[in-house]
């Protein structure tokens, strides 16, 4: 029988391709919305909230990570001030709704951190 032998712990993790990465958690978030991005209807836009207990959802503007697990989203408070979220991955909720757009303002749009 053979003998079985961890990995060395460097590579578990530098492997940003792996399933549990918050890279993986981060472009699949991306998925999910430019897909349902790509099915708004004339006069609507996609609406992108974070959730956090006890708080008003707040827009997203931009989601970024930091392997392993930390989760960035820059997103706006009720008083229209950026602010930013730190959290872990397993942490992080998102409310998508279509929701008409406000006059001839321009559609609200979501950047992702891209690369490593």
């Known amino acids: 029988m053979s003998e079985f032998r961890m990995p060395p712990l460097e590579n578990l993790a530098t492997d940003v391709t792996h399933a549990s ?6 472009e699949r978030l991306e998925g999910w919305i430019k897909g349902l991005q790509s ?3 004339p006069g609507k836009q996609l609406s992108v909230r974070v959730l956090l207990s006890g708080i008003q959802p707040m827009p997203v503007k931009f989601i970024g990570y930091h392997n392993p697990n930390l989760v960035a989203i820059e997103a706006y408070n009720l008083n229209g001030e950026a602010v930013t979220l730190l959290a872990h991955q397993n942490t992080v909720q998102l409310l998508c709704e279509m929701v008409p757009v406000e006059g001839d303002k321009p559609r609200q749009h979501i950047g992702f951190q891209t690369g490593a």
């Open 39 to 41: 099915r708004v209807p």
């Open 21 to 26: 990465m918050a890279k993986t958690f981060v």
